[in-house]
């Protein structure tokens, strides 16, 4: 018998893709990820600790996560009308949501550049995806996108809020022109949410077709990888029955449940990150060749000189800090390398290497 090889049995749409790349950050200052750098008090890491110590491990995990899903929506302001989902990350809710949609001929669109996960998961599930192009500033084109959607008849538009990896908040009367005019679903992707200044949570139930989508990894704990989404009944009772049973496990729950009981150390975290975001961008803004977006997200996008986008990501990796290299993309994000907002002295190792880099770049 002929043995059977990868090339017989996987979709050629699979073969064709490559694994999503995570570099290892042995050593180094880690910038790369959107990660919140502050850790816990030890007082609180201790009574976490006890918490834990009184999970039944040998039992399934509450199916609905019931008891979370209570304090997210106290902690979270969730709408009462709405009902909420959670989720292995938010990938894994958008695994649902495009499973749920999935049949031949159906189109998947999004801003671009966004979010690589609405793509990478529309073709593993063989959906087309089609990616509207942002203006040179990043900002959304709203003309472009309704006459996209007229052509397209998506069945989900995600749009992140604010946008991934740019950083920028679309105006909320164009996200709203959007939600009027779109046929399928709209998913407000608001990973970025505790560091924007909007938010659509209130509005799910005042539009017919809006989800919300968020995480609580941004926040500090993404090390659990728990997403919910938030929607109406009539939706969420039929992205219910594709969410595999017990698939957030039940140190996640209570780990999670115990953090949002104690949101006010998260809160002021969070609060830190924003305010050390704007003497960063005026930090990035100061250096000659080098152009900072505006950011409503724990991170800055930033543009260096032309042709040197990886010279000078490598340059600061060499340097002993990682953060993203964007430029390999092109397009819009030619020359764009993306940076975490860190600590303060995480900041200043991430600039210094950044000076020394470019210095050497030209």
């Known amino acids: 018998m002929t043995a059977t090889m990868p090339a017989d049995l ?25 990660e919140n750098p502050y850790e816990w008090p030890a007082s609180l890491q201790t009574a976490w600790a006890e918490r834990l110590s009184t999970v039944a491990m040998n039992r399934y995990p509450d199916p609905q996560g019931t008891r979370l899903a209570l304090a997210l929506r106290r902690v979270m302001q969730v709408p009462e009308s709405a009902r909420v989902m959670l989720g292995n ?6 695994q649902i949501l495009l499973m749920a949609v999935a049949s031949p001929g159906r189109v998947i669109m999004a801003p671009e550049p966004g979010f690589v996960m609405y793509r990478m998961i529309a073709l593993w599930l063989g959906l087309e995806f089609v990616g509207v192009p942002l203006n040179e500033d990043f900002s959304l084109d709203r003309p472009a996108m309704e006459r996209a959607l007229d052509t397209h008849q998506p069945a989900v538009l995600f749009l992140a809020y604010p946008n991934n990896p740019t950083g920028n908040r679309w105006s909320r009367r164009d996200v709203e022109a959007l939600l009027d005019r779109a046929p399928g679903l709209v998913v407000l992707d608001e990973a970025y949410g505790p560091f924007a200044d909007d938010s659509f949570l209130p509005d799910v139930g005042r539009f017919e077709r809006l989800l919300v989508m968020r995480t609580v990894s941004k926040l500090g704990l993404a090390g659990l990888r728990l997403g919910y989404l938030c929607g109406p009944p009539s939706w969420m009772d039929e992205l219910e029955k594709v969410r595999l049973p017990y698939n957030v496990n039940v140190l996640t729950q209570v780990a999670a449940e115990f953090a949002l009981d104690h949101h006010e150390v998260l809160d002021q975290q969070a609060a830190a990150i924003r305010r050390d975001r704007e003497p960063l961008s005026q930090a990035l803004e100061g250096m000659p060749g080098v152009t900072p977006f ?39 994000l030619a020359d764009c390398l993306r940076v975490t907002v860190g600590t303060p ?15 050497s770049a030209t």
Not at 14 to 33: C, E, F, M, N
Not at 310 to 318: A, H, P, T
């Open 294 to 332: 505006p950011s409503e997200a724990n991170f800055i996008l930033f543009r260096v000189p032309q042709g040197k986008g990886r010279q000078v990501f490598e340059g600061i990796r060499d340097r002993g800090v990682l953060i993203k290299d964007l430029s390999g993309q092109g397009g819009l």
């Open 10 to 34: 996987i979709r050629p749409q699979i073969r064709a893709l490559s694994a999503y790349p995570v570099p290892s950050s042995q050593g180094l200052v880690k910038l790369d990820a959107m």
């Open 89 to 94: 990350g938010s990938d894994e809710l958008i």
């Open 345 to 359: 002295e995480e900041n200043q190792h991430f600039l210094k290497a950044l000076e020394g880099s470019l210095a």
